[in-house]
């Protein structure tokens, strides 16, 4: 089985071999990290299995593939090192989401093979259609990754493929193959190296990640056509779909709230400090009501026509900006409101919630001055902001949305 790169950790590393398990699940879970043209992936299937397990699994009339298979999952092994269980092999099976979606019926699915014995780690590439019922092992693009040990002090990872020839790559779910080898395995060995877990939760933690990618990809093209007609001096692109990623998110989470809590009527919102106003016109086109409110007026507010509500304000916390019949308020890069904002929500009305997306960082008298240094600025701010909405009565929650963070 062809060695395509080993790739040596730095000395002294002592973070092995938990922290080589600890990047694979980053890899496993979260793709999206290195490969951006993916939104995310799901888990499904998790079971530990044997050798007739994997029979069944990869079409037991294929003898061929199945040897082939086998022989990579054992290879490279000493026999001081066999397997002690009855089941060897942890499998999951992951389903990448791609950003736009170019398979129609089809999904493209990996089953994740670990095995702890002796820290390797396959991926057996299948494609489903839905649509025929059939699912094919595409055994071009079967690779292994190991971490092994080849002296008392010194680490490496281990890049194998079943086969040199016929990689197929599509840049999406299937990347090209140099792409394992140059971006994806220093990665492994730089997070196996560091093995620190993230200050925040995974990307979309809080939603359904194939609805999100459904509904960014749809929203995306119905409103692309802002980019060309976009009067402000900011950049079109990346503030046309900076809010059309953050108006999936709020439709998503309002789609799931309405579900769990059997509510018909769609939620209504306030976006406290609105600038180019495009979220609030997003929003109200697809069917919440509500309005944005900012300081100053924008030269593109003139083109949303008279059921995008905008009004230009100096909102001051007071019991003149309280909002009792509205389900929630937002602050999307809302600056010296941000904190205010769980504050005007709880005095607002007892069902009125809030989401908060911080930019510039602000408390209640000017510039949010730090107090810990063992945390990032962000995630310090961002539990400055949860800790205030605690205070206030809610039960606040993280979520991480892969977005630019840039004032309007």
């Known amino acids: 089985m062809p060695k395509l790169l080993d790739a040596p950790f730095p000395p002294g590393c002592e973070r092995l071999p938990e922290g080589f398990w600890s990047a694979v699940e980053v890899w496993v879970k979260k793709p999206h990290v290195v490969n951006k043209r993916l939104c995310g992936a799901t888990e499904t299937e998790s079971r530990d299995v044997d050798i007739e397990d994997l029979r069944i699994l990869l079409d037991k009339n294929d ?52 095995d702890s014995d002796r820290q390797h780690v396959t991926f057996l590439p299948f494609e489903e259609d839905a649509a025929a019922g059939r699912l094919s092992l595409k055994k071009c693009n079967i690779y292994q990754i190991r971490l092994c040990s080849p002296g008392s002090e010194r680490w490496a990872l281990e890049l194998h493929v079943l086969t040199s020839d016929g990689w197929f790559s599509d840049g999406v779910a299937y990347p090209k193959l140099p792409w394992l080898s140059s971006d994806l395995l220093p990665k492994l060995v730089r997070w196996a190296a560091e093995s620190k877990s993230s200050e925040f939760k995974s990307t979309l933690s809080l939603l359904p990640v194939e609805k999100y990618s459904l509904m960014y990809q749809q929203l995306k093209e119905k409103y692309k056509s802002m980019v060309k007609v976009w009067p402000e001096v900011t950049d079109p692109e990346k503030f046309v779909f900076e809010d059309v990623a953050i108006a999936t998110y709020l439709l998503v989470l309002w789609a799931e709230e309405r579900t769990v809590d059997s509510l018909n009527a769609p939620q209504s919102f306030v976006d406290l400090g609105c600038g180019n106003g495009l979220l609030v016109h997003i929003l109200t086109n697809e069917g919440h009501p509500g309005k944005g409110i900012d300081v100053r007026r924008r030269r593109i507010w003139d083109m949303y026509g008279p059921q995008t509500v905008l009004e230009e304000k100096a909102i001051t916390p007071s019991e003149s900006f309280l909002f009792p019949g509205t389900d929630w308020l937002i602050g999307n890069h809302s600056d010296e409101l941000t904190p205010w904002i769980p504050v005007i929500a709880a005095r607002s009305s007892y069902s009125c919630r809030f989401f908060v997306l911080p930019c510039c960082f602000f408390d209640f008298y000017g510039k949010y001055q730090r107090r810990q240094c063992k945390k990032s600025q962000y995630k310090e701010y961002i539990d400055f902001i949860a800790e205030v909405g605690q205070v206030c009565g809610f039960d606040t929650e993280e979520d991480c949305l892969r977005i630019p963070s840039t004032k309007r």
Do not use: M
């Open 63 to 114: 003898e061929e593939s199945l040897q082939d298979v086998f022989l990579l999952l054992c290879s490279g092994v000493s026999p001081s090192n066999t397997h002690q269980k009855d089941k060897p092999w942890s499998s999951t099976v992951r389903t990448f989401i791609p950003k736009v979606n170019c398979y129609g019926a089809k999904q493209q699915k990996e089953v994740v093979l670990k």
